[in-house]
């Protein structure tokens, strides 16, 4: 099964970065992670060649049919709502998903071991 990769890319004015990072690490990424099927939230900062959108969220979903779920759900909705009441106004994001491609996980037929492929 290929998990989904959701990016979520930001722009935030070097004044409020104290008070983003935090909400982003201590509430926005604890409450992605409480949606079923969600396995990780990672952030990242920009050092090379991102100029507009400096800070990018990785967040894994377990696949494809639950990311399409999620989106939907009243759970990312709420995400939605919460970080533009805190952020909306001053921030700028761009959106993208990803279903992973290789290495992928296959069950061997009679054998029952998983090989990478």
């Not at 800070?55 to 009243?74: C, H």
């Not at 909306?88 to 492929?117: C, D, H, N």
Request: proline share 4%; charged share 25%.
């Amino acid at each position: 099964m290929a998990t989904v990769l959701f990016v979520v890319k930001a722009t935030i004015p070097r004044k409020k970065e104290a008070a983003f990072n935090r909400w982003y690490n201590y509430k926005h990424c604890p409450q992605f992670l409480r949606y079923p099927g969600a396995v990780s939230a990672r952030r990242y900062k920009a050092i090379l060649g991102e100029d507009k959108y400096r800070y990018m969220a990785v967040y894994e979903v377990q696949d494809e049919k639950t990311f399409r779920a999620l989106m939907k759900s009243g759970h990312m909705k709420t995400l939605r709502r919460d970080y533009d009441r805190w952020f909306g106004k001053v921030s700028e994001r761009a959106r993208f998903a990803y279903t992973q491609v290789w290495p992928m996980m296959l069950v061997v037929p009679f054998v029952g071991s998983f090989i990478a492929r």
